[in-house]
């Protein structure tokens, strides 16, 4: 017989960036600030993310586009994986992500690839400690309490060994 299963997931949603804390504000104004160095000829498509440490150091990211498509890097993959050669035992506390078309000034909403949720979920596992994620939208900032949220139906190392 066959069962319906609902998932749940909280999402935070603000109306303008001054109903984030100051800290939160300062990391998604950050993530904004890193679009405008993303390299992105081909899509002209600007993404930016920002990361704070536990220590409270921001680390930033942005897109990395070649033209052999999939040798690009994604924002949030080129921040954690830079977080992770540089600050290896730090904890990443929280995740900030925003986008734009072009020389557009407007921000646009994003979410996560697949990919890159999925490279967020092991830093996530790897450290022990939910990793907060903050996207810019049109008119709307929206909080997940953790990268899970993201990726209801994950995949971890618990797969591979257990």
């Not at 001054?18 to 390299?39: G, I, P, R, W």
């Not at 979920?121 to 994620?133: C, P, S, W």
């Amino acid at each position: 017989m066959a069962k319906k299963i609902n998932l749940n997931i909280e999402i935070i949603s603000y109306d303008q960036l001054n109903d984030l804390s100051k800290e939160d504000q300062e990391l998604l104004v950050a993530a904004e600030k890193a679009t405008f160095n993303a390299y992105a000829p081909y899509s002209n498509f600007n993404v930016g993310a920002a990361l704070r440490l536990e220590t409270g150091e921001v680390i930033i990211g942005n897109n990395q586009e070649n033209a052999a498509y999939p040798s690009g890097m994604c924002a949030e993959r080129t921040a954690m994986y830079y977080a992770g050669a540089t600050h290896p035992n730090a904890v990443i506390k929280t995740i900030a992500i925003a986008a734009r078309k072009g020389e557009e000034k407007e921000f646009i909403p994003i979410s996560p690839c697949g990919s890159c949720r999925q490279a967020m979920l092991e830093y996530e596992v790897k450290q022990n400690e939910n990793i907060r994620v903050i996207m810019k939208g049109n008119d709307q900032i929206f909080e997940l309490h953790s990268v899970s949220d993201l990726l209801p139906f994950k995949f971890t190392q618990k797969d591979l060994f257990e």
